[in-house]
């Protein structure tokens, strides 16, 4: 089992749908949580972070349940320029390791 | 956020030869990383820069093959030795702390071909 596993892509959604990715993760012990985006051929950047309480960005929400080991992020009124693949990171803490998942594709259309 | 830039951006090398990379951080940093992304595929770890000591590699990586250097706390240096085609991918250095802990921040990537 991967440690971090992440919704097979690609999303393909029109202009102004809201969309949810989820992720899981492997390792109980896992303390901290990101969502990257990473445009195509560019680098990775940090979207948001994860909190146990939930947090919100504008048009984006992530939420982590840590019972069951899962993230997830939801993005309202989807716009062409989110088209990007969006990577769930995890830090497990002990021995500082960060894993990336695969990443989930999306496509906005018009 | 910090301004990381690396060097060279792309190259395309033959077999057997090797390449350096550069990362360049615009202030100092306690970590810095670097990671390989082969097409189509997400990040993988190749090791942790440490300042003043040896790198910390991960599974399947090894300094003969990946040397590193970080002399300091804005730089660093990744060297890819003997290349195989199976060496091609982009290579990121990425450094955290800056802002939140654990938030890293990615410089461009170095794209590299070998025939």
């Known amino acids: 089992r991967k440690e971090v596993e992440q919704d097979p892509g690609p999303f393909n959604v029109p202009e102004g749908a809201t969309v949810a990715f989820n992720c899981t993760y492997s390792n109980s012990a896992s303390q901290s949580f990101f969502w990257y985006r990473q445009d195509c051929r560019k680098e990775p950047k940090l979207l948001m972070s994860v909190y146990s309480s939930g947090n919100e960005d504008g048009r984006f929400t992530a939420q982590l349940n840590r019972a069951s080991q899962y993230i997830s992020l939801l993005i309202r009124d989807s716009k062409l320029s989110d088209s990007a693949t969006y990577l769930c990171v995890v830090t497990n803490t002990g021995g500082f390791k960060t894993i990336f998942g695969a990443g989930t594709r999306l496509f906005v259309k018009a | 956020s910090a301004v990381i830039s690396q060097k060279p951006s792309r190259d395309i090398c033959q077999r057997g030869t090797s390449l350096t990379i550069q990362c360049q951080v615009d202030s100092q940093v306690t970590m810095m990383f670097w990671y390989r992304q082969q097409p189509g595929q997400s990040l993988t770890l190749i090791a942790t820069?440490?300042?003043?000591?040896?790198?910390?590699?991960e599974s399947g990586f090894v300094i003969d093959k990946f040397p590193i250097s970080r002399p300091n706390l804005t730089f660093s240096t990744l060297t890819v030795s003997n290349m195989s085609p199976e060496d091609s991918s982009i290579y990121l250095c990425?450094?955290?702390?800056?802002?939140?802990?654990?938030?890293?921040?990615f410089g461009p990537g170095t794209r590299l071909t070998v025939t």
């Open positions: 990425s450094v955290d702390g800056v802002s939140g802990p654990y938030e890293q921040y």
């Open positions: 820069a440490n300042q003043g000591s040896e790198a910390t590699y």
